[in-house]
């Protein structure tokens, strides 16, 4: 025990040290203002570089994003029906299925899923 608190000790202390000669070493110079700039073929930009994104776009992607990553989740139970218990199989599987269900109600309740 009293060796795993010292390794825990070290590693902060290492760490710790590590940041801060990072913030020592890499300071931003305030002179950098073309690298800041964004780059049109040498000229100045037109228009403001920085657009306004679409925040409803964004929660759409991420929505999208998050049930697919649960459908990726879903594929290998079909592996493990052979082996599993047939009642846990189900069980679980309902269940899973139910969170995926209740979070897609949730948000169609919040309004995440209108685009208008």
């Given at each position: 025990m009293?060796?795993?608190?010292?390794?825990?000790?070290?590693?902060?202390?290492?760490?710790?040290?590590?940041?801060?000669?990072?913030?020592?070493?890499?300071?931003k110079?305030?002179?950098?203002?073309?690298?800041?700039s964004?780059?049109e073929?040498?000229?100045?930009?037109?228009?403001?570089?920085?657009?306004?994104?679409?925040?409803?776009?964004?929660?759409?992607?991420?929505?999208?994003?998050?049930?697919?990553?649960?459908?990726?989740?879903?594929?290998?139970l079909?592996?493990t029906?052979?082996?599993?218990?047939?009642?846990?199989?189900?069980l679980?599987?309902?269940?899973?299925?139910?969170?995926?269900?209740?979070?897609?109600f949730?948000?169609?309740?919040?309004?995440?899923?209108?685009?208008?």
């Amino acid at each position: 025990m009293f060796i795993l608190m010292m390794i825990s000790i070290i590693i902060f202390i290492i760490t710790t040290m590590l940041m801060m000669i990072n913030n020592l070493i890499s300071f931003k110079s305030i002179l950098d203002r073309e690298k800041n700039s964004p780059f049109e073929c040498g000229f100045d930009p037109e228009s403001s570089p920085r657009i306004p994104f679409s925040l409803q776009f964004f929660l759409i992607g991420m929505i999208f994003l998050i049930f697919d990553i649960e459908i990726a989740l879903i594929l290998p139970l079909v592996l493990t029906m052979k082996h599993a218990n047939p009642f846990m199989f189900i069980l679980i599987s309902f269940l899973f299925i139910l969170i995926l269900i209740m979070g897609l109600f949730h948000e169609w309740k919040q309004g995440a899923l209108n685009w208008a």
